[in-house]
């Protein structure tokens, strides 16, 4: 076995971080284990920490302990204490000393009261999304010879996945109890849902039953359903349900009337009366297979929260906070396909997306989409790869294109759809990947697409350029065509015209 870190000082400090531990599938009875690592300074012996999440005896408790591996002397004296760091307000709680125990090997000592649920899921940070339980373990140094404290961090992981939509339920067929039309919640690339849920409305009551279908793997889950009326002024209908181990089904239902038909609106363009009797049912399924990571170390653990592209104050006392931007919210609601209104479809795909971000992005999308469409059609476009990146940038204003070839596919989409400032980052993109080879090929293409700007700095470069650029096997190609070689060569005399001006 193979230590973590050199400990050599006063004493060593154990930081436990637990991501997503709301996500814990273990029962009364069952535990987690940390990461291995070694304390130096106590013969160099391996340990770990043993926490029963849902406490060993007592479900509303959290157990807590330190755990001897094999490794050095059959016994050792080990002076100890075990604390929980909030971090709602960066503070250790106390610990408790539990002074010496002699340790043999396989040999656990601790506190079967740790904590109680509440204490550790009270604070806001524990109902956020990307939850961190902290754990500490502080362990001394009975000789006392060494100099200074060390720490040593240790990452376990709880994988997760998430998925988010939105269903509308506006006529009396959807909420037929014979119909049986179901919400499928799957995830990418996957035929079967995980889970069916089902809409229905009987005797003034809604109903929505919640079928378990293809989850033999899922160990903790939870679901979160909100029905939105579109009518009234009432609070939306929220029910939350979550499970350990196997998923169940599950019948809810609420007391839910309907409007009168003499109250409803006309609607100005159709003469019609609009259908006031809709629900908007927005589902948010969550649930861990059991998979985790464990990572020691400092630096790796660095590492590893640099990959994750979330903040250290999670993991260490550092108190920053920061907020959601509106842009993180936009992304976040592409990604997870929250509350999307609209299909725009392909030769070869659909893409779910919301009205409101196409209309006030592209005029195109515009004169196209009407208040009750719920499906665009664009059968020319077939390269479904150039349009997920334009789906990309119509929410984040940004797109990682990482050659020449997809920048200039992208390109021609953005006149399309007259979108102006993905055909700016696109012209940008390739302006910077001029070169004598490419400048007479983009010089065409921006003069095909009337694009001015990109024109104009294809012809500044080529003026700079100009013996590289007719001397290359590019220019072979479009020698042939008289007004096209005349144009460039012109470009030449211009720029000795200006030399010879000034």
């Known amino acids: ?11 060593v400090t154990i930081k436990w971080c637990i991501e997503n531990f709301q996500f814990c599938w273990h029962k009364t ?26 406490g060993e005896d007592d479900g509303e408790y959290l157990s807590f302990y330190l755990f001897r591996e094999e490794g050095g002397p059959e016994v050792v004296d080990v002076d100890f204490e075990l604390f929980l760091i909030v971090t709602e307000s960066f503070y250790e709680s106390p610990g408790e000393n539990l002074n010496w125990y002699s340790f043999k090997i396989h040999q656990r000592e601790g506190l079967e009261y ?5 204490e550790v899921f009270a604070p806001k940070e524990a109902q956020n999304d990307t939850f961190v339980l902290r754990l500490g373990c502080r362990i001394l140094n009975r000789e006392r010879d060494g100099f200074g404290d060390s720490v040593q961090v240790l990452v376990t992981r709880i994988g997760k ?45 809604l109903v929505i039953k919640i079928r378990p279908v ?28 979550s499970w350990i181990g196997g998923i169940k089904a599950d019948i809810w239902r609420y007391c839910v009337l309907l409007p009168e038909t003499e109250s409803l609106k006309p609607d100005l363009k159709t003469d019609k009366a609009l259908t006031d009797k809709t629900f908007f049912v927005h589902y948010d399924f969550a649930f861990s297979t059991g998979e985790m990571v464990a990572i020691c170390g400092l630096e790796e653990c660095v590492r590893y929260i640099k990959t994750l592209n979330v903040s250290f104050d999670q993991y260490w006392d550092i108190n920053i906070k920061t907020a959601k931007s509106a842009l993180d919210a936009l992304v976040e609601n592409y990604r997870s396909r929250s509350f999307v209104d609209v299909n725009v479809k392909t030769k070869t795909k659909t893409f779910p997306a919301h009205k409101a971000i196409l209309c006030a992005r592209s005029p195109k999308f515009k004169s196209i989409i009407e208040a009750n469409i719920r499906e665009v059609k664009f059968p020319y476009l077939r390269d479904s790869n150039n349009f997920e990146d334009l789906f990309l940038f119509l929410y ?68 700079k350029n100009y013996e590289l650029v007719i001397s290359s ?21 211009k720029k000795q015209m200006t030399v010879s001006w000034s």
């Not at 339920?169 to 849920?197: G, Q, T």
């Open 1 to 11: 076995m193979v230590g973590c870190n050199k400990n050599t000082g006063k004493s």
């Open 29 to 54: 009875g069952e535990r987690l284990e940390s990461p291995l690592f070694n304390v130096d300074f106590i013969s160099g012996t391996f340990w770990r920490l043993w926490l029963y999440p849902r």
């Open 114 to 118: 740790f904590a109680s649920r509440w």
């Open 161 to 205: 996945e998430r998925i988010c939509g939105t269903e509308i339920f506006d006529d009396v067929i959807d909420r037929d109890p014979h119909s049986n039309k179901d919400i499928e919640v799957k995830s990418m690339l996957e035929d079967e849902p995980l889970i069916n849920i089902n809409l229905s409305y009987i005797k003034e009551s």
């Open 214 to 241: 293809s989850c033999k793997k899922i160990k903790y889950a939870i679901c979160k359903i909100t029905v939105i009326k579109n009518w009234g002024k009432e609070s939306p209908i929220k029910h939350v349900r």
């Open 396 to 463: 984040t204003d940004n797109v990682g294109i990482p050659s020449l070839k997809p920048a200039l596919k992208l390109h021609k989409l953005s006149f399309s759809i007259n979108l102006e400032p993905l055909k700016t980052y696109c012209r940008n993109i390739l302006t910077a990947h001029l070169n004598s080879v490419s400048a007479v090929a983009m010089l065409r293409f921006a003069c095909f697409y009337r694009d001015i700007p990109l024109k104009t700095s294809v012809e500044n470069y080529i003026a």
């Open 473 to 493: 096997t590019n220019w072979e190609v479009f020698a042939d065509k008289p007004e096209f070689r005349k144009e460039v060569i012109f470009m030449k005399y």
